[in-house]
């Protein structure tokens, strides 16, 4: 079994082959699996970074989609969100598979089947780190609307999270941004009866007349 996390004799070897075969056939960096998982994706599941960097290098597509519309950036975001749910604390290690992958411009607004972003995934599984860092390399879509015309800070603002949504506000966040009921964020606070979200929103608010 390969120890992806070490720099030993064996994954030296292994790199090399890898490199040797995409000399050979330069698109094997862009083969796909049945259900449309990439090269890059398997890479980084199974935490090899350098494995990762050798497709980008060569030129992988870093957006390139699955069968379910995911990109490697989506997949990572939901590995974070799975290792929480069993784990109950945050891969560090995400990090810096976030940051190469845009390191080689991957999207942060691309959407898969279900019209998710790796943005608003973050925020769904109330991921502040990897939200940061996407964040601060693109934060363009910070007021997309989504399902039901919910925008990133109203999906913060269900979920009570206040880290997010003041970093969400911080990077441009429209608190007075409506859903397809003409709900602001503001009375997603009032109905969830949380008064420490209220309180945090209504503290932010400035009104615009």
């Known amino acids: 079994m390969i120890d992806f996390y070490s720099e030993s004799l064996i994954n030296k070897l292994f790199r090399s082959k890898v490199q040797r075969l995409i000399n050979k056939d330069s698109t094997l960096v862009n083969s796909k699996y ?16 350098p494995i990762a960097e050798i497709l980008l290098s060569n030129g992988a597509n870093v957006n390139a989609q699955d069968n379910d ?29 976030i940051a190469l992958l845009l390191k ?14 790796p943005l608003s995934d973050a925020v769904e599984c109330k991921c ?48 007075d941004a409506k859903d397809d009921n003409g709900m602001t964020t503001i009375d997603y606070a009032a109905k969830s009866g949380n008064t420490d979200v209220f309180n945090f929103l209504t503290e932010k608010w400035v009104p615009w007349y």
Not at 76 to 97: A, G, L, R, S, W
Not at 153 to 163: G, M, Q, S, T
């Open 34 to 49: 049945k259900n449309g998982t990439t090269a890059l994706s398997v890479a980084l599941k199974y935490k090899n970074l």
């Open 69 to 97: 519309g995911h990109t490697a950036l989506h997949l990572v975001v939901d590995t974070i969100q799975v290792y929480y749910e069993f784990f109950k604390k945050y891969p560090i290690y995400c990090n810096d598979h």
């Open 104 to 117: 080689y411009n991957a999207d942060v607004n691309i959407e898969n089947n279900q019209g998710n972003t």
């Open 128 to 175: 502040v780190e990897p939200l940061a860092i996407m964040l601060k390399h693109n934060s363009t879509g910070i007021n997309k609307k989504y399902d039901e015309g919910e925008t990133l800070l109203h999906i913060a603002v269900r979920n009570k999270i206040i880290d997010i949504i003041q970093l969400l506000i911080d990077y441009g966040a429209d608190i």
